[in-house]
Structure formats: C-alpha cells, structure tokens
C-alpha cells in the first residue's frame, strides 16, 4: 500500500482503540503488529529528484516476533544516504555520550554529529511507526553517529523517553545484535529490569542468539532466524516499551541490543521517536 504522510497519519488514527495519549504511541502500531515474522508490506513515500517530487518504493519485513522488529529495506535513497554522509561530513564530530552511565568506555571510538536540515525526512519517516499528532510523542533531531574500526556500543537499552528507534544503516555496514530477538523466554521469566537482561545473554553467540544484523562487512551471508543483512539504505525499527492488559507502559528490555566492533568504519542514522 502507498504512504505519504496525510495517508499514514489517517490510518495511524484509525487503528486507534482508545484515549489514553501515551498508550497511542506506545508499541506497536495495530496495522504493524499484525504482520507474521517473514512476511512483508510494500509502500513508497514522496523523495527529491533533481528538483521533483517522485514516488520511493520500500518493504517493510519483520524480523522478529519478540520483541517486535522490522526491516525497512531500501527505505532512503542512494542520494539520500550519500548527502547525509556528505553533510555530516562537513560538521565538527564530538565523541559519543551514552544516557546509561557506563562511561566512555561503553561506546569506544565513536563520534556523533547533529544535522539540522534533515527533520523532514525524520518527521516523516516517524510517522509510520508511532503517532505524532497528538502531541504526546516527537521525533528528536537527527544525528550521524560514526564508528571507526573497531569501534562498538555495549549491550544497552534506549528506553527512558525514547519510545521507538529506528536505526538507519547509511553506508551498508552493518554488527547490529539483539540476543534476546526470539529467544522463547517463558513468561516467569522475562527480564524486568537492565540487570536481569544482561545475566540472560551471557550465553548467547552472535549468529547463533537472537537477532545479528550484518552489512557488506561480511560478503558471503546465508541468512537465518539469526542473522539477515542490510544494505545502505536499509532500516531496522524496534519499540522500547510494551503496553500491558492493565494499559501500563513498561520498558520492553528484550530489545536490549549492542553495535559490535567491526573492521570497517561504520555510519549510522538512529532516529529517535520519543514521548512523555
């Protein structure tokens, strides 16, 4: 089906089952959440070319069942992915800071700049993921985060305000893992808390637990329940709470998750959806 943002915005507020602000934006959108893992949704959204409006195709796959994960494959543009590299390029980088207080250590060789012209395209793209009209959620202003080899981001949950991620891969390289993606945790025992998720994956394997997104850094992928890659272009969106029966809100720390070093520079595009 065909987005744009009146139409997303108009079935976004359809799907709506009841008033409460915060539980609208929280989680997985219905229309969303009723796609089976593996299975896709075609759309397409309004870009720039060469000074006019054209129509963009993309999919959106899920990946995972739990916590809910989708692929937005080829959702940026070759030249959309090229001139944001290209601006960030252009602006004075500042070493990334973590809201987890683990330290600079936690995120080694990695560096952050903040664009300015670029919120359209954040706006828009938020919009097919939670919703936006009511006030109660706002997409935070785009940054370029880079990392140099080797660099990584420890195992971390976004959480706090931020209530969705969607993490943009600007130039196909990938080392994105999510552990607990699909592990079957028994309901006892789901983590509840930061400390808890990190003791559940002291056993697990990159490619062989949970969710390892891979890019062109490595060449040959067999894709699996564990492992799938993405190209530039490409996006992974994931929600950081979960909405119970009693319409509490609590953080879903299944979607804890950690950018592995690789041996190649990486650029990333996280988009942050907050609320509260």
């Known amino acids: 089906f065909f987005f744009d943002n009146r139409l997303e915005t108009t079935f976004m507020n359809d799907a709506k089952d009841d008033d409460s602000s915060i539980t609208q934006v929280l989680g997985v959108p219905q229309w969303l959440n009723h796609l089976p893992k593996g ?16 129509h963009h195709a993309y999919s959106i796959q899920r990946v995972s069942s739990h916590p809910p994960i989708f692929l937005f494959k080829g ?21 990334a800071q973590t809201g987890h207080n683990q330290g600079a250590t936690a995120r080694p060789h990695s560096s952050v700049v903040w664009l300015n012209n670029w919120d359209f395209l954040a706006e828009s793209v938020a919009q097919s993921s939670v919703s936006l009209d009511d006030g109660a959620a706002w997409v935070e202003s785009m940054q370029v985060v880079t990392y140099t080899q080797e660099g990584e981001y420890v195992l971390h949950h976004d959480g ?5 991620t969607a993490l943009y891969y600007l130039n196909g390289v990938g080392g ?25 994956t002291h056993s697990c394997i990159p490619g062989e ?30 929600y950081n709470y979960l909405v119970g029966k009693d319409e509490r809100a609590r953080s879903d720390w299944t979607t804890i998750h950690a950018g592995l070093p690789s041996p190649e520079t990486k650029q990333y595009l996280p988009i942050f959806c907050s609320g509260f």
């Open 176 to 200: 994105t893992w999510f552990p607990l993606a699909d592990c079957n945790t028994a309901a006892d025992s789901v983590p509840t808390n930061r400390q808890e998720a990190l003791e559940m």
């Open 39 to 54: 299975e896709s949704l075609y759309a397409c959204r309004q870009v720039m070319l060469e000074g006019e409006t054209s």
């Open 75 to 95: 959702i940026l543009t070759g030249t959309e992915c090229h001139d944001i590299v290209r601006e960030a390029s252009h602006k004075t980088a500042t070493p």
């Open 209 to 238: 637990d949970g969710l390892l997104i891979v890019g062109k850094e490595v060449p040959l992928v067999e894709e699996n329940d564990h492992v799938i890659q993405v190209q530039a272009g490409d996006a992974v969106l994931f």
């Open 160 to 164: 706090n305000e931020r209530i969705a």
